[in-house]
C-alpha cells in the first residue's frame, strides 16, 4: 500500500504551479558518470542506479505512460582548472562514455551553447528522465501489480502492541489505523516529525529550488546539436519542446523563494548566448529538496525490524531512484522474513 497524495491523485504539470514538492519539482537531471569521486557510498549509489536505469526505462515503458532516457549532457567548464581536471576524468573513464570537448568544438551556429572559453565534458549515458513521465509510469506499474494507493498522508505512526500480524500502527489524514509488518518512509520534510516521537531524530533542512519555462522568439529555432542536459555554472538547459526550454535551478536555503535570484539566472551570469536573453519567460516554479542536517544524503537505514527510512536525498532524487528502491527491497525481504 501507498500513501502519497501526489502519486495517488493526478500528477501536475510543474509549470502550471508555482510551489511544487519531491520528484513533482525535479528537472530528472542523470548525473552518475560524470560525478567528479570514485570511490564512497555517493559514488557506489550513483553507479548503481546508471547501471539499473536502462532496465527501469525498458519495463516500466508503456504506450499510457511512455519513459525514455534522454541524453547526452554536457557540463561547460567554468575554469581552465576545472577544464584540466575535466581532461583527466574523460582520459580515466573514457569506456564510461566521457569525452572532453575543446572550446573550437563548441557548437556557435543555429543554436550557439553559452561560452565559457574553458571547453566542456560530454557524458554519453548521463542525461534526464522526465520525473512526471516516472510518477506516472511508476504508478501505473504499481497499480498493475496489485498495489492500493491512497490518496492520504500518514499522520502518526506507532509500535504495536498487539498480538498477531502487523508491528507497526500507522494512522493517517483519512482518520484510518492500518496495521502492516514493515513501513517505508520516504516523505523527505516529512520525515522527520513521524520518526521523532519513536526516538529516531533525523532533522532535515529545506533547500530550494526555482526552475523558469522560457520560449524562443525565432520561429525556425532549432535543438539540433543540443544535448539532453546542457550544464552551465551549476544551472541546467533542458530543451523542452521544439522552442522551449527549462532553465535551472537555484540552490536556496529555507522555503521561501527569492526572485532576485531569477535575473542572474536567466542571463547564467552573464554567459547567456544572445538567443537566450530574447526568450519570453512562460512559466516558472519552484521546489524544497530534503538536506539532512549532520548526516550525508540521502538517509537510507533500517531504524527497527520493519521501520526503514529513505529520504533526504537532496538534489539526487530521481538519480537515486532505482539504487534505493532496490535497497529497500531487500530490507523489507529481510523484515518479512524475520516478522513474528
Not at 574553458?118 to 501489480?145: M, Y
Not at 546542457?230 to 526572485?259: D, F, K, M, Y
Not at 547564467?268 to 550525508?296: C, F, I, K, M, S
Request: aromatic fraction near 4%.
Amino acid at each position: 500500500m501507498l500513501l502519497d497524495p501526489c502519486l495517488a491523485s493526478e500528477v501536475p504539470e510543474a509549470s502550471s504551479q508555482r510551489g511544487l514538492n519531491g520528484s513533482t519539482a525535479s528537472l530528472g537531471v542523470l548525473m552518475g558518470h560524470c560525478f567528479r569521486r570514485s570511490s564512497g557510498r555517493g559514488w557506489r549509489l550513483r553507479q548503481r542506479s546508471m547501471a539499473l536505469w536502462p532496465n527501469w526505462v525498458s519495463q516500466l515503458d508503456h504506450p499510457s505512460s511512455p519513459l525514455s532516457l534522454q541524453t547526452p549532457l554536457v557540463q561547460l567548464a567554468a575554469s581552465a582548472e576545472e577544464a584540466e581536471r575535466m581532461r583527466q576524468l574523460a582520459q580515466v573513464r573514457r569506456e564510461r562514455g566521457l569525452q572532453f570537448l575543446e572550446e573550437p568544438a563548441l557548437p556557435s551556429a543555429q543554436t550557439p551553447w553559452p561560452r565559457t572559453g574553458h571547453g566542456a565534458l560530454l557524458s554519453e549515458q548521463d542525461g534526464r528522465v522526465d520525473p512526471l513521465g516516472l510518477l506516472r509510469a511508476l504508478r501505473r506499474a504499481f497499480k498493475a501489480q496489485g498495489g492500493t494507493l491512497r490518496s492520504t498522508s500518514a499522520q502518526h505512526l506507532e509500535r504495536s502492541s498487539a498480538g498477531g500480524n502487523g508491528r507497526w500502527r500507522v494512522v493517517t489524514a483519512a482518520g484510518d489505523s492500518l496495521r502492516v509488518d514493515a513501513v517505508v518512509i520516504c516523505s523527505a520534510l516529512g520525515s522527520a516529525p513521524l520518526l521523532e516521537p519513536l526516538g529516531h531524530p533525523r532533522p532535515m533542512e529545506a533547500v530550494l529550488g526555482q526552475v523558469l519555462e522560457l520560449k524562443r522568439q525565432d520561429s525556425q529555432a532549432s535543438w539540433e546539436h543540443w544535448p539532453a542536459v546542457l550544464t552551465c555554472g551549476g544551472i541546467n538547459l533542458i530543451p523542452h519542446g521544439e522552442r522551449q526550454l527549462w532553465l535551472g535551478a537555484t540552490v536556496e536555503p529555507g522555503s521561501e523563494a527569492n526572485p532576485s535570484l531569477l535575473p542572474a539566472m536567466q542571463t547564467l551570469n552573464n554567459l547567456a548566448p544572445q538567443w537566450l536573453h530574447d526568450t519570453e519567460r512562460v512559466g516558472q516554479w519552484h521546489g524544497l529538496r530534503a538536506r539532512p542536517q549532520g548526516r550525508p544524503a540521502p538517509l537510507l537505514e533500517q531504524l527497527e525490524p520493519g521501520l526503514i527510512l529513505a529520504s533526504g536525498h537532496y538534489r539526487n532524487g530521481v538519480l537515486l531512484a532505482p539504487a534505493s528502491a532496490e535497497w529497500v527491497s531487500q530490507q523489507i525481504d529481510g523484515s518479512i522474513l524475520t516478522a513474528p
